[in-house]
């Protein structure tokens, strides 16, 4: 089986435990308030901004081995520069001080996230990474487009509150293909095994962030 095939297969329970958080199930049905779409965008403000950050730290820990991946990572932080500018831009459509999202502290979840990612980049594997990319990307894919139409129309704001979502949604469908093709590359088990438990770590530590928007809600793991 191809790695690609095997986070799909491997990765179900977890997938569940993001898909499953409140939030996500109230988002479509109507049920959220503008402060859950705006505590959303300045969560996803707060990570978005390590990306490209991500990705160079990535790309820097790459063997001389893997240069096919390093050049694709090259062509990802090209795609990714700025993102967390639209995130501000789409908060302040819906009336936050955008400035004062970016001096904001994230919360324990999304610190957790962020910082789980550039350990493990560090201290295991830079394939690693890509775990986060499979769960982020694919994500957006399920999610974003769908989650934009029934936001808007609950809360009836702008179009410019959604340049986030939107793009992810139809620009992700496009990375996940070209994701495929590079995990498809990656024949080593144990290699193939690393990304896959990250994507475990990352299904989970995103799925904190939904779950930790208000205090009220629980935190466990994937079952």
Known sequence: MKLYERLQAETQAER?????????????????????????????YHHVKHTVPLLMATGASLPEAKEWLREAVGEYIEEEMGHQEWILNDLAACGEDKE???????????ELMVAYAYDCIHRKNPLCFFGMVFVLEGTSIALADNAAASIKDALSLSPKAFSYLRSHGS??????????????????KEEQDIIIHSAKM????YANIFRTLHSGEQVGVAA
């Open 202 to 205: 990352f299904f989970q530590l």
């Open 171 to 188: 620009l992700d469908q496009e990375h996940i293909v070209f994701f495929e093709g590079l995990m498809n590359r990656i024949e080593d």
């Open 16 to 44: 569940a435990y993001l898909t499953e958080s409140p939030i996500i199930k109230q988002c479509f049905t109507g049920d959220i308030s503008l402060s859950d779409y705006t505590a959303f965008l300045t969560q996803a």
């Open 100 to 110: 004062q999202v970016r001096r904001s502290q994230p919360a324990a979840a999304t």
